[in-house]
């Protein structure tokens, strides 16, 4: 199954308007709507009419039919980006009534979410049952799943759902990092895990990242909860790449006050380098020592 990116309403910033889509309001800015908490914001046009401030909830028109979302940004984009972007529109403040209606949709999702993991159970399939999203008619769901399941099994279980809650029915494959981001929970920090408090966006994560900051290897300091690279290991890399500049390179040689030795480690933060001197020979005849980065003095190649 192919990752996805976040578990909300992929793409509807940049669906196609359908002839049943809401026309663009006359004087339209654009608003940055969130589905879920910590969720990516996607940007619909509104009316400026509508005096919409942030934290607002609004019903907005999405490829899926009628949603509820609350408004995390004003404005998203510049005017007249809102056109040529095909944005989708912004129907109304959200009344009670539509509150009430999208509290009762949230209960049927928890039953859509049970009832899909009694199919992945009977039908034994590979598969965790991740979360789900109606509709604000209840007509269409999203379903969220995360595992392995092949291509006819995953029509099955879409069928046999769609069939149990009386709706239609989208089967969605998301990766570990968004499964881990809907059960919520706290990291080794003690912290609420960054992902389900305020990332919006997954960002790309290397092994590199551990290496440059100095990290220990061993899985259980860089892997979080989803079994993944921590995202926390970007945070910071940028300054320790840019820190690292002002810095002797690692195996660069080094004159010092004990004499000429070989730089082996560097603590990045406080602009120090450890050097081990003499630079060469057997290992057990060399010592360490640390220097402030201006207090030794690197030397070109041959001297």
């Given at each position: 199954?192919?990752?996805?990116?976040?578990?909300?309403q992929?793409?509807?910033?940049?669906?196609?308007?359908?002839?049943?889509s809401?026309?663009?309001?006359?004087?339209?800015?654009?608003a940055?709507?969130?589905?879920?908490p910590a969720?990516?914001?996607?940007?619909?046009?509104?009316?400026?009419?509508?005096?919409l401030t942030?934290?607002?909830?609004?019903?907005?028109?999405?490829?899926?039919?009628?949603?509820?979302?609350?408004?995390?940004?004003?404005?998203?984009?510049?005017?007249?980006?809102?056109?040529?972007?095909?944005?989708?529109?912004v129907?109304?403040?959200?009344s009670?009534l539509?509150?009430?209606?999208?509290?009762?949709?949230?209960?049927?999702?928890?039953?859509?979410?049970?009832?899909?993991?009694?199919?992945?159970?009977?039908?034994?399939?590979?598969?965790?049952?991740v979360s789900?999203?109606f509709?604000?008619?209840?007509d269409?769901?999203?379903?969220?799943?995360?595992g392995?399941?092949?291509?006819?099994?995953?029509?099955?279980?879409?069928?046999?759902?769609?069939?149990?809650?009386?709706?239609r029915?989208?089967?969605?494959?998301?990766?570990?990092?968004?499964?881990?981001k809907s059960?919520?929970?706290?990291?080794?920090?003690?912290e609420?895990?960054?992902?389900?408090?305020?990332?919006?966006?997954?960002?790309?994560?290397?092994?590199?990242?551990?290496?440059?900051?100095?990290?220990?290897?061993?899985?259980?300091d860089?892997?979080?909860?989803?079994?993944?690279?921590?995202?926390?290991?970007?945070?910071e890399?940028?300054?320790?790449?840019?820190?690292?500049k002002?810095?002797?390179?690692?195996?660069?040689?080094?004159?010092?006050?004990?004499?000429?030795?070989?730089?082996?480690?560097?603590?990045?933060l406080?602009?120090a380098?450890?050097?081990?001197?003499?630079?060469?020979?057997?290992?057990r005849?060399?010592?360490?020592?640390?220097?402030?980065?201006?207090?030794v003095?690197?030397?070109?190649?041959?001297?």
């Open positions: 199954m192919e990752e996805t990116g976040p578990m909300e992929q793409e509807i910033t940049e669906a196609p308007r359908s002839e049943t809401s026309p663009l309001p006359l004087h339209p800015i654009a940055g709507v969130r589905f879920q969720g990516k914001p996607y940007h619909f046009a509104a009316a400026s009419e509508l005096g942030p934290f607002d909830w609004v019903v907005v028109d999405t490829v899926y039919g009628e949603q509820v979302g609350q408004v995390v940004e004003l404005p998203a984009m510049p005017p007249d980006e809102i056109a040529s972007r095909k944005l989708r529109v129907i109304r403040r959200a009670g539509d509150m009430a209606r999208h509290h009762v949709m949230q209960q049927r999702a928890e039953r859509l979410v049970e009832v899909a993991k009694e199919e992945v159970v009977a039908n034994r399939l590979d598969a965790k049952v789900a999203e509709t604000l008619d209840g269409s769901a999203i379903l969220l799943c995360s392995n399941i092949n291509k006819q099994a995953f029509a099955t279980l879409r069928r046999r759902v769609a069939s149990r809650m009386n709706c029915v989208e089967l969605r494959a998301v990766g570990p990092r968004d499964h881990a059960l919520d929970g706290y990291g080794v920090c003690g609420p895990r960054c992902c389900s408090r305020f990332l919006t966006d997954f960002q790309s994560v290397s092994i590199r990242m551990a290496k440059d900051q100095s990290i220990s290897m061993a899985p259980t860089i892997t979080g909860m989803c079994g993944r690279l921590r995202c926390c290991l970007a945070y890399h940028q300054v320790y790449k840019d820190e690292a002002e810095l002797p390179r690692i195996k660069s040689r080094v004159k010092t006050e004990k004499g000429i030795g070989r730089v082996i480690d560097l603590d990045i406080k602009g380098v450890i050097v081990e001197i003499p630079p060469d020979g057997p290992r005849e060399r010592e360490r020592f640390r220097y402030p980065a201006d207090e003095e690197v030397l070109r190649d041959g001297e």
